[in-house]
Nanobody, 126 residues
Framework: QVHLVDSGGGSVQAGGSLRLSCAAS??????????MGWFRQAPGKEREGVAI????????YYGDSVEGRFTISHSNANNTLSLQMNSLNPEDTAMYYC?????????????????WGQGTQVTVSI
């Protein structure tokens, strides 16, 4: 079982920045390396893949709407995932969720993940 606790959301004006964090625990030898990342969901919309990283290969995957503005990173030392979000705009307003799993085909597909954080709200105003 993997336990995820995400934090760092808040309110910011358009053009501003926020940094989200996700603390992971409950690793075992079998799932020490996995896909970890962020999804978001706005009211009335489907959950959307934002950014994913594989914790061993360090390969990253970004949603089209955030590429070039958001940067995902992971520290193996303290099992912490981070998402640096720059140049935020109102369309980025959503609940952001940390997610993780070991074997994932289609890393930006939220249906592939078993483990989820509780979510942190990001609100971007004009």
């Amino acid at each position: 079982q993997v336990h995820l606790v995400d934090s760092g959301g808040g309110s910011v004006q358009a053009g501003g920045s926020l940094r989200l964090s996700c603390a992971a625990s409950g690793y075992t030898v079998d799932n020490a390396y996995m896909y970890m990342g962020w999804f978001r969901q706005a009211p009335g919309k489907e959950r959307e893949g934002v950014a994913i990283i594989h914790t061993r290969s360090r390969r990253t995957y970004y949603g089209d709407s955030v590429e070039g503005r958001f940067t995902i990173s992971h520290s193996n030392a303290n099992n912490t995932l981070s998402l640096q979000m720059n140049s935020l705009n109102p369309e980025d307003t959503a609940m952001y969720y940390c997610a993780a799993d070991t074997r994932v085909s289609g890393p930006l597909d939220h249906r592939k993940y078993r483990y989820w954080g509780q979510g942190t709200q990001v609100t971007v105003s004009i």
